[in-house]
């Protein structure tokens, strides 16, 4: 059986969009292993998200009660800081067969480099990314950031990126 601990929410600076950060001792109390895969929600009937979990090596014993997450996990999680959020292992998260994401229009001025090549491709390449149906990333490409709304995963909605995941981005760019 799953724990859900209950967490206040901690502006992170790292910059990976698919790993949050707790101390040692949010990892025990809440059977934890460095790696797992977890389901973040601010309860029943709300946004979620999913993410890898981290020990924070240089959080202090004050952070016993939170979780770090950068800007983009809290967008997709619909958390500001200070919030409190549900954290709950995902035992046995597959890895995705495909991923279909889709560009921002608004984030696409200027960009004429191509999609899956120059963006996508190098953001999950051996990564081992989670992903989740409805979540927006930040993809960088040199200077230029385009951002990509996942808009399907097989199988079910969420699932990790893996090499063998085939990843789409055909379509009509999306309305911001």
């Known amino acids: 059986m799953s724990t859900t601990l209950h967490l206040r929410v901690v502006g992170s600076l790292h910059d990976d969009n698919s790993i949050v950060y707790v101390t040692m001792a949010t990892m025990e109390a809440g059977n934890l292993y460095r790696g ?11 946004r979620e998200t999913i993410a890898i979990v981290l020990c924070e090596d240089a959080a202090d014993s004050g952070l016993d009660d939170a979780i770090l997450m950068n800007k983009c996990v809290r967008d997709n999680l619909g958390a500001a800081v200070g919030d409190t959020i549900e954290l709950e292992v995902v035992n046995g998260m597959p890895y995705a067969t495909s991923v279909h994401l889709l560009p921002l229009s608004s984030s696409l001025t200027g960009v004429t480099r191509n999609l899956i090549l120059d963006f996508l491709r190098p953001y ?18 040199g200077l230029q950031t385009v951002l990509f709304k996942v808009v399907q995963v097989q199988p079910g909605d969420s699932g990790i990126v893996s090499p063998d995941t085939t990843i789409n981005c055909d379509g009509e760019p999306l309305a911001a």
């Open 124 to 141: 999950f390449t051996e990564q081992y990314r989670p992903v989740h149906r409805g979540d927006v990333y930040p993809v960088r490409s």
């Open 36 to 46: 797992d895969s977890v389901k973040l929600s601010r309860g029943s009937h709300s």
